[in-house]
């Protein structure tokens, strides 16, 4: 089992900037892969970024040049610098962590945590 708590959501205007953190407990050693992910009420859950454990980094189109997903040496926890942050950005921000053994693989969701641009 992981565990992930992300910190860091809130209010900001248009312009600005925030960063999200997640923090993985419980059995990180299974972990390969985290990631940001972002949902509307209604809408489905959308891929924001995502770091592998050889820091391979992948992006949505929509956040290019704009975000960077990020961790320290100890590979915990997982940031997601937001930049020029713009009100198509609000959503809801769930961090994710992929994880594999010998004899199966898991996908596991933080709480998420707030995020409004707005002025």
């Known amino acids: 089992q992981v565990r992930l708590v992300e910190s860091g959501g809130g209010l900001v205007q248009p312009g600005g900037s925030l960063r999200l953190s997640c923090a993985a407990s419980g059995s990180t050693f299974s972990i390969y892969a985290m990631g940001w992910y972002r949902q509307l009420p209604g809408k489905q859950r959308d891929l924001v970024a995502r770091?592998?454990?050889?820091?391979?980094?992948n992006y949505a189109d929509s956040v290019k040049g704009r975000f960077t997903i990020s961790r320290d040496n100890t590979k915990n926890p997982v940031y997601l610098q937001m930049n020029s942050l713009k009100p198509e950005d609000t959503a809801v921000y769930y961090c994710?962590?992929?994880?594999?053994?010998?004899?199966?693989?898991?996908?596991?969701w933080g709480q998420g945590t707030q995020v409004t641009v707005s002025s």
């Open positions: 770091i592998t454990n050889i820091n391979t980094t």
């Open positions: 994710n962590a992929e994880t594999a053994t010998a004899r199966t693989k898991n996908t596991y």
